[in-house]
């Protein structure tokens, strides 16, 4: 509590370190995400560690007498989900809600609100913010090391004849994020630590064993963003190239880049994608039966949406069912839709916009060129997981890739906050 920074660290770096997948590399670390005894409601030892750090922010900031500082160029967007996720509850209660359901749904959610606002208290100077982004590419760097070493020993979730090196969207997200910066400081000629570029190979071949062909596509969608903006290409035809490339990578996983498990190896996952595979895969067809039912409850409730911790209904029949199955949505604006209604749906868009917009801002204003590659890769990234939420519901679902996000968010805020100073919000 005396050192907020270092317990932000701490929380943020075990989260991303210990993965929650009981077949992966370490089982024994998805005990760390395991509800508490004793307590009335799913607390982890995570929130224990961020409500450290709320502690430890508050005292430091009454013990200095400085002012608290907020995320500004996040604010609008911050207001929105937090309305969002607020209508949810209060909908979800008037629909007879699971409340350990309702709250399990609100953590991710509202860690999204939490997070950067701890990151802008904590990332506020310019020497901080450079330790800031030296520890998210290390933390990357170590997931791609991890990662291949787990693989090489035969380690992890099975897959056909060999063994993924990630299932989960945290580790996949930030290696993604990791090597669309770097190829985008390759094309603008800005030189990279050596460490980053030893650690590049190992990163890309453990994005590419985790056989996720949503974030292959989700991959792929990013770098050509990132190789082209950084390359100094302008014009309409460019955005209209980017537009289209967004399109066409969205029907692409929607259609064949689904993240289900494979009996298939690297060649035969990859010539696996085309239409014609779905009808053979059952979990391609149960979600294509899932989404058929969303619809209906979208369709039956497309303003109020169902409420968190309420279910949608099974009106038609689903090749597959999963315990709890029906809390979960595989794509990302439905599930925020759902859970919250049309002002979930307008926050969820406005995260996706928010995040990649604060990127850019960093991309073109930034003194450093570092600081500027690191902006564009981000918001590469951002667009680049969004059109992997097209077959998984991740931002404020999986509530450790909203940790890792919001963090991303934060660090983006506060970036901007140092280039464009104004006086902060009294505490």
């Given amino acids: 509590m005396q050192h907020p920074a270092a317990a932000l660290a701490i929380a943020v770096g075990a989260v991303v370190v210990l993965d929650e997948d009981n077949q992966g590399l370490v089982p024994i670390t998805s005990h760390f995400y395991q509800r508490l005894p004793g307590m009335p409601v799913n607390l ?24 608290l500082a907020v995320p500004r160029a996040f604010l609008p967007v911050a207001l929105l989900i937090g309305g969002a996720v607020l209508w949810g509850m209060l909908v979800g209660r008037a629909n007879a809600w699971n409340s350990n359901f309702a709250f399990s749904e609100a953590r ?72 669309v910066t770097v190829a985008a400081a390759a094309v603008a000629r800005v030189r990279m630590p050596r460490w980053v570029m030893t650690a590049t190979p190992l990163v890309a071949g453990a994005l590419l064993l985790s056989f996720r062909r949503s974030f292959w596509i989700a991959a792929v969608v990013a770098l050509v963003i990132a190789v082209l903006v950084a390359s100094g290409r302008r014009g309409r035809p460019v955005v209209v190239l980017l537009g289209a490339l967004v399109v066409v990578a969205g029907y692409a996983v929607v259609n064949v880049g689904g993240s289900a498990a494979s009996q298939n190896t690297l060649v035969q996952r990859a010539t696996s994608l085309s239409p014609s595979s779905l009808k053979g895969n059952a979990d391609d067809r149960y979600r294509l039966d899932e989404q058929r039912n969303v619809f209906e409850e979208l369709r039956r409730q497309p303003i109020r949406g169902i409420g968190l911790g309420v279910p949608w209904a099974i009106r038609y029949p689903l090749s597959q069912h999963f315990v709890d199955g029906q809390y979960y949505t595989h794509v990302a604006a ?62 404020g679902v999986d509530f450790r890739l909203s940790m890792g996000l919001a963090a991303a968010w934060g660090g983006l805020a506060a970036a901007i906050n140092l280039i464009q100073p104004v006086a902060a919000i009294p505490a």
């Fill in 108 to 179: 991710g959610v509202v860690y999204l609100l939490l997070v950067p606002v701890l990151v802008v208290n904590v990332v506020d100077s310019p020497a901080v913010l450079k330790r800031f982004v030296w520890f998210a590419g290390a933390l990357a760097a170590f997931k791609g090391l991890e990662g291949m070493l787990g693989w090489l020993a035969g380690r992890g979730r099975p897959i056909g004849p060999t063994h993924l090196t990630y299932y989960e969207p945290l580790p996949n997200a930030i290696m993604m994020g990791f090597l």
């Fill in 334 to 395: 439905f599930w925020w839709w759902t859970k919250m209604g049309i002002l979930g749906l307008l926050a969820y868009v406005a995260s996706v916009v928010g995040g990649a917009w604060m990127a850019f801002v960093l991309w073109r204003q930034h003194p450093d060129p570092r600081g500027r590659v690191i902006g564009l890769g981000i918001a590469a990234s951002f667009i680049g997981l969004s059109v992997a939420e097209l077959t998984g519901s991740f931002t």
């Fill in 44 to 67: 982890t030892v995570v929130d224990f560690l961020v409500a450290t750090v709320v502690i430890g922010i508050v005292f430091d900031r009454a013990r200095r007498r400085a002012r």
